[in-house]
């Protein structure tokens, strides 16, 4: 019992302290998601606003080495002398030195280029900043290029391949970006590094994927958690390109590992960017409230415990002294000193309205005791009349019939007289069997009938109710009312009539 009464204690007060904290804690986390929904929207716009910023300034520097060959059509006009190889003259060699100088410096100053090439159709060599010089094609090592070269009709595009800058060398995967020349047919070619780019696009980013894409839907640069992303997360990015052309799209995309909040937009050079913000960005943010929320549950928890074991403890201490409280007062012993729990007024209140109770029990229980001992003292009394008065008149009976009666009648009465008197001492008892009591009202009756001749007596008593215990001189006084108030004023034959029996748990002894 005391341990239940612990164990409901705990969830009562748990639930009280507990579910107010939770109400609040999901309002709170409500607002937070809201909040978080409108930061991620917001981060990702940001991001791929800044992620184009970057690609284009990248794209620029790129887009400028045609801008200083098509803005001086002498450079283009010495750099074709000079790949021809036959009319050049000291001029041109003056000219195709500064640019040389100049793609050399574009290098060293931009890190993420990788090299410049300068090639003009029909001609077997090409300017490239990795030698600083004309190389012929035949001895040039990176000549992946020239297939994509010849079969496009662009203007301008931006191709993802592997460049061999040396032919000892692993291949290195770059970005070229193509522009074709407009005096003279012929290309400017600006390879960059994919891993730089990576660093310069996503530096000071909150993406967690992030894509480069062309008009094709083919994938340009990939940086961030791209290796979640299958090939059908990979064709539902690119199936959205024809809804990017005119303005950028934002939403939710539902991809194979979990939803990623998407922004698309538009580029340069005919690509389009894509940053991708995971949905498991709200769970980091919630990690530390979770924590936090689990430790707030753990204080409630041992608090919890706390109330519950000293509410617990108290109330069977109160059960416990109220116990013997009432054990004590069943036995008679009656306590006043107040209880050590008595620490606020309801505990006060509680004690003094117990022992009001018991108080009132008492005096109760000691009315109903002087009332029982008086009823007895009147019985003591009314026997201690009876005795001496029958005494006196059966003495006097036997005293006449020394006159006239027979030896063995007077022995009789006699008799009858000592049992009678021995059953009503009985050594001080108050009660005796019903066996006892009947004999006794026969040594009576046997008395009375020398007395009055005209009596009959009969009794019905079972045997199974002899050894009931019963008051004692209980039935013999209403034999003697009823002689002396029935029979004796009829002054003829009258029959007294004893019968006993059980009626519903009660001895019931009619006379």
């Given at each position: 019992?005391?341990?239940?009464?612990?164990?409901?204690?705990?969830?009562?007060?748990?639930?009280?302290?507990?579910?107010?904290?939770?109400?609040?804690?999901?309002?709170?986390?409500?607002?937070?998601?809201?909040?978080?929904?409108?930061?991620?929207?917001?981060?990702?716009?940001?991001?791929?606003?800044?992620?184009?910023?970057?690609?284009?300034?990248?794209?620029?520097?790129?887009?400028?080495?045609?801008?200083?060959?098509?803005?001086?059509?002498?450079?283009?006009?010495?750099?074709?002398?000079?790949?021809?190889?036959?009319?050049?003259?000291?001029?041109?060699?003056?000219?195709?030195?500064?640019?040389?100088?100049?793609?050399?410096?574009?290098?060293?100053?931009?890190?993420?280029?990788?090299?410049?090439?300068?090639?003009?159709?029909?001609?077997?060599?090409?300017?490239?900043?990795?030698?600083?010089?004309?190389?012929?094609?035949?001895?040039?090592?990176?000549?992946?290029?020239?297939?994509?070269?010849?079969?496009?009709?662009?203007?301008?595009?931006?191709?993802?391949?592997?460049?061999h800058q040396y032919s000892y060398a692993e291949p290195i995967p770059v970005l070229t970006y193509f522009k074709?020349?407009?005096?003279?047919?012929?290309?400017?070619?600006?390879?960059?590094?994919?891993?730089?780019?990576?660093?310069?696009?996503?530096?000071?980013?909150?993406?967690?994927?992030?894509?480069?894409?062309?008009?094709?839907?083919?994938?340009?640069?990939?940086?961030?958690?791209?290796?979640?992303?299958?090939?059908?997360?990979?064709?539902?990015?690119?199936?959205?390109?024809?809804?990017?052309?005119?303005?950028?799209?934002?939403?939710?995309?539902?991809?194979?590992?979990?939803?990623?909040?998407?922004?698309?937009?538009?580029?340069?050079?005919?690509?389009?960017?894509?940053?991708?913000?995971?949905?498991?960005?709200?769970?980091?943010?919630?990690?530390?409230?979770?924590?936090?929320?689990?430790?707030?549950?753990?204080?409630?928890?041992?608090?919890?415990?706390?109330?519950?074991?000293?509410?617990?403890?108290?109330?069977?201490?109160?059960?416990?002294?109220?116990?013997?409280?009432?054990?004590?007062?069943?036995?008679?012993?009656?306590?006043?000193?107040?209880?050590?729990?008595?620490?606020?007024?309801?505990?006060?209140?509680?004690?003094?309205?117990?022992?009001?109770?018991?108080?009132?029990?008492?005096?109760?229980?000691?009315?109903?005791?002087?009332?029982?001992?008086?009823?007895?003292?009147?019985?003591?009394?009314?026997?201690?009349?009876?005795?001496?008065?029958?005494?006196?008149?059966?003495?006097?009976?036997?005293?006449?019939?020394?006159?006239?009666?027979?030896?063995?009648?007077?022995?009789?009465?006699?008799?009858?007289?000592?049992?009678?008197?021995?059953?009503?001492?009985?050594?001080?008892?108050?009660?005796?069997?019903?066996?006892?009591?009947?004999?006794?009202?026969?040594?009576?009756?046997?008395?009375?009938?020398?007395?009055?001749?005209?009596?009959?007596?009969?009794?019905?008593?079972?045997?199974?109710?002899?050894?009931?215990?019963?008051?004692?001189?209980?039935?013999?006084?209403?034999?003697?009312?009823?002689?002396?108030?029935?029979?004796?004023?009829?002054?003829?034959?009258?029959?007294?009539?004893?019968?006993?029996?059980?009626?519903?748990?009660?001895?019931?002894?009619?006379?």
């Amino acid at each position: 019992m005391r341990k239940r009464n612990f164990i409901n204690c705990f969830f009562y007060y748990f639930a009280i302290i507990t579910l107010p904290l939770l109400m609040v804690f999901l309002f709170f986390l409500f607002f937070v998601i809201q909040e978080k929904k409108q930061e991620i929207q917001s981060n990702a716009k940001r991001s791929a606003q800044a992620a184009k910023d970057n690609y284009s300034l990248v794209m620029d520097t790129a887009a400028t080495q045609y801008d200083i060959l098509a803005r001086n059509p002498r450079l283009s006009i010495s750099l074709r002398n000079f790949l021809s190889h036959e009319k050049a003259n000291y001029l041109d060699v003056v000219l195709t030195n500064s640019i040389l100088s100049n793609f050399t410096s574009l290098t060293n100053n931009a890190p993420y280029i990788a090299s410049v090439y300068y090639y003009l159709d029909d001609y077997d060599s090409i300017l490239t900043s990795d030698t600083g010089g004309i190389v012929k094609l035949s001895r040039f090592s990176d000549l992946s290029w020239k297939d994509s070269y010849d079969s496009s009709d662009k203007d301008q595009w931006l191709e993802r391949r592997q460049m061999h800058q040396y032919s000892y060398a692993e291949p290195i995967p770059v970005l070229t970006y193509f522009k074709k020349l407009n005096m003279f047919r012929g290309v400017v070619m600006v390879n960059i590094y994919e891993e730089q780019l990576k660093q310069l696009i996503t530096t000071s980013s909150q993406l967690d994927s992030f894509f480069i894409l062309d008009q094709n839907g083919n994938f340009l640069l990939e940086a961030g958690k791209t290796k979640q992303f299958t090939h059908e997360d990979r064709g539902l990015l690119a199936n959205k390109l024809s809804s990017v052309s005119l303005s950028p799209f934002e939403g939710w995309f539902p991809f194979s590992n979990g939803s990623c909040y998407t922004r698309m937009i538009p580029a340069d050079c005919d690509t389009y960017i894509a940053a991708c913000i995971s949905y498991s960005n709200y769970y980091r943010d919630f990690y530390p409230l979770l924590l936090q929320l689990l430790m707030v549950l753990a204080a409630m928890v041992f608090v919890s415990l706390w109330i519950a074991f000293t509410i617990t403890r108290k109330n069977f201490q109160q059960i416990d002294y109220f116990v013997n409280l009432f054990s004590d007062a069943e036995r008679g012993v009656f306590r006043q000193e107040k209880p050590d729990f008595l620490r606020d007024e309801y505990d006060l209140v509680l004690n003094n309205i117990v022992q009001l109770f018991l108080n009132q029990t008492f005096l109760r229980n000691q009315l109903a005791l002087k009332d029982q001992k008086q009823k007895l003292a009147e019985m003591k009394a009314l026997q201690l009349q009876i005795n001496p008065h029958f005494l006196y008149n059966t003495l006097d009976m036997i005293s006449w019939m020394g006159y006239g009666a027979s030896n063995e009648d007077i022995c009789k009465v006699v008799a009858s007289l000592s049992d009678f008197f021995r059953l009503s001492l009985n050594k001080g008892e108050d009660s005796f069997t019903l066996a006892d009591e009947l004999n006794h009202v026969k040594s009576y009756i046997t008395i009375q009938e020398y007395r009055m001749r005209h009596i009959q007596f009969r009794l019905e008593a079972p045997r199974e109710l002899l050894n009931l215990r019963v008051p004692k001189l209980m039935v013999q006084p209403l034999v003697e009312n009823a002689i002396l108030h029935g029979l004796r004023p009829r002054n003829h034959r009258g029959h007294i009539t004893i019968s006993c029996a059980l009626e519903q748990a009660y001895l019931v002894i009619r006379v």
